[in-house]
T-cell receptor, first 115, second 110 residues
Framework: KAGVTQTPRYLIKTRGQQVTLSCSPI?????VSWYQQTPGQGLQFLFE???????NKGNFPGRFSGRQFSNSRSEMNVSTLELGDSALYLC??????????????FGEGSRLTVL | KNEVEQSPQNLTAQEGEFITINCSYS?????LHWLQQHPGGGIVSLFM???GKKKHGRLIATINIQEKHSSLHITASHPRDSAVYIC????????????FGKGTLLTVNP
């Protein structure tokens, strides 16, 4: 069974640009969640998508957005990039069992550098 | 918001030692996650637990919901266990909106 695939793995952007990151979940998983990891703040929850709907959102500005497609693949977009957006962006998929997330399966992450 | 505290922040052990990492949180939850992150970034879910105890190989995780505390134990530690261990709990009324501890950096020397 293929794992969670994130693309691209590495990217460099300049301030003001926008970026789109992609996450393909494990087959059969309909929940995809996104996280930002920085040395200063650690891991922070961005948002969670299930059945093409954003179900939960973290405390990030509106420049951070996402969507999920009918095949459960998800994308996140960051517009008007700032230096502080440099981070490792991780996604995780799960089967979303009832009230709990179920076991989370993480991708390798997309490392974004903003110059 | 659920506050998550892990201790210790750093832990160095000799191969074969018994390791304990602790996690405390401030708001009642229904499930807690233990994650492992090796240098380079990849995160692996070790446990998701809502009560009692779970065991997988040399790893044991326990949770006390009333005391809002969980522990991760590693028996017979090995250098390949060297990694950052992170606990995470639901926050803001949702089990999906995870709040993470800052992690415990474990180094196991041969």
């Amino acid at each position: 069974k293929a794992g969670v695939t994130q693309t691209p793995r590495y990217l460099i952007k300049t301030r003001g640009q926008q970026v789109t990151l992609s996450c393909s979940p494990i087959s059969g998983h309909r929940s995809v969640s996104w996280y930002q990891q920085t040395p200063g703040q650690g891991l922070q929850f961005l948002f969670e998508y299930f059945s093409e709907t954003q179900r939960n959102k973290g405390n990030f500005p509106g420049r951070f957005s996402g969507r999920q497609f009918s095949n459960s693949r998800s994308e996140m977009n960051v517009s008007t990039l700032e230096l502080g957006d440099s981070a490792l962006y991780l996604c995780a998929s799960s089967q979303r069992t009832g009230d709990n997330t179920g076991e989370l399966f993480f991708g390798e992450g997309s490392r974004l550098t903003v110059l | 918001k659920n506050e998550v505290e892990q201790s210790p922040q750093n832990l160095t052990a000799q191969e074969g030692e018994f390791i304990t990492i602790n996690c405390s949180y401030s708001v009642g939850i229904s499930a807690l996650h233990w994650l492992q992150q090796h240098p380079g970034g990849g995160i692996v879910s070790l446990f998701m637990l809502s009560s009692g105890k779970k065991k997988h190989g040399r790893l044991i995780a326990t949770i006390n919901i009333q005391e809002k505390h969980s522990s991760l134990h590693i028996t017979a530690s090995h250098p390949r266990d060297s990694a950052v261990y992170i606990c995470a709990v639901g926050s803001g009324g949702s089990n999906y909106k995870l709040t993470f501890g800052k992690g415990t950096l474990l180094t196991v020397n041969p």
